[in-house]
């Protein structure tokens, strides 16, 4: 991983993204801790990196918005939330399963749910990565760290509205 192909922080707009409450911000600081811990994050034709990812949410969709460590304005790109609607809200119900079956079931049954909600996990990384595709370059550990990050940042709408 090359120096300028990182992120080095990465910010949330709380007026769009605000924390549905103490569980949920500290969600999101464990995602964005293992984000910028490690990861791979460059933009095709720019290499002014490393950068700053500052996310919002504008109509439903996420916006992100990348700067240089100047805080300079590198690009801004848009995704829409709907792909990935079914896969989060799935990923929630395994989760919340996983998290019963832990107080109730065996740990053979519990693996199983682990890797049903690893498996879950994985499709909504390589959704992630694929709907990025030509906006930046990212590893597959990225996108499963940056999907954790959706998910939390998602955690009280998606949860609320199931």
Known sequence: MSDK?????VEIDDHTLGASGPDAEHERRVAIFDLIEQNSFALPEHDNGPYILTLSQVERRLVF???DEARKDVHTFILSMGPFRGVIRDYFMICDSYYDAIRTQTPHQIEAID????GIHNEGSELLAERLEGKVNIDFLTARRLF??????HAGQTRAAG
């Open 5 to 9: 192909n990182r992120l080095i922080a």
């Open 148 to 153: 954790t990050l959706i998910c939390a940042l």
């Open 115 to 118: 890797m049903a909600r690893r």
């Open 65 to 67: 918005a990348v700067k």
